[in-house]
């Protein structure tokens, strides 16, 4: 069994930075591949960020490529989510998710385990 945390959430302008953190319990951490997904209010959950748990390889969806990046500590079994320019749009609860193989996917179903999310609110 493995347990996320989320923290980092807030509110901030547009144009402005946060990062996120997600601590994982587990001892096999560094072998699971790790998500970031987003949910905004009426709209499906999303694909934001992954990092693979084999080599470290990052995968972005297009909307955020360039302005987030996803990096993982394995000594500290951390995940985190440099967020920078955000926009109005990028407003949503927030999920870290770890999957049970080193191979990131970009869809939720891929993954075994859900942290409970964090809101990040980007007034314009």
């Known amino acids: 069994q493995v347990q996320l945390v989320e923290s980092g959430g807030g509110l901030v302008q547009a144009g402005g930075s946060l990062r996120l953190s997600c601590a994982a319990s587990?001892?096999?951490?560094?072998?699971?591949?790790m998500g970031w997904f987003r949910q905004a209010p009426g709209k499906e959950r999303e694909f934001v960020a992954g990092i693979s748990g084999s080599n470290g390889r990052t995968y972005y969806a297009g909307s955020v490529k360039g302005r987030f990046t996803i990096s993982r500590d394995n000594a500290k079994n951390t995940v985190y989510l440099q967020m920078n320019s955000l926009k109005p749009e990028d407003t949503a609860v927030y999920y870290c998710a770890a999957r049970m193989s080193t191979v990131v996917v970009a869809t939720a179903a891929g993954y075994d385990y859900w942290g409970m999310g964090t809101q990040v609110t980007v007034s314009s």
């Open positions: 587990g001892r096999t951490f560094s072998n699971y591949a």
